[in-house]
């Protein structure tokens, strides 16, 4: 019994810290413009635990800036953002050729990397995308 309430007890302090590790931030906002690079496999970011936490538990996706913006290189984001810079399959945006420019806003968190980021406007482009595959 005391090996079961030592284990809920760990388990609820590691919960805590997760849960603050990723909602503390500093109030200032960064805003930013940049152009969504298309990457067709997201693989090696160097921030597993952060996009698991991201993309299982919070539904969020990971959308990459062409131009990074305050060290900025990529964003996450909610899904019905990401659908607005993903209004059509990579490939088919190169073959009309436009692609995708937006104004976002996020914070800093206070133990490193950045909020959750809310897209304030987006404007189609006359411009190759820019599509990676790895």
Known sequence: MVIVLFFAILLALCFVFVLL???????????????????????????LFKYSIESIILKKRRVFLKTPVSDIEWIYINTLDY??????????????????RFNFQTKRLVFGGYRSTKIISTEKINEKPEILKS
């Open 21 to 47: 590790r990723y909602s503390i931030a500093y109030p200032e906002i960064i805003k930013g413009t940049s152009i969504v690079k298309y990457k067709l496999i997201d693989l090696g970011q160097h921030d």
């Open 83 to 100: 659908k607005k810079l993903y209004p059509e399959s990579p490939s088919k945006m190169k073959e009309k050729n436009y692609s995708i």
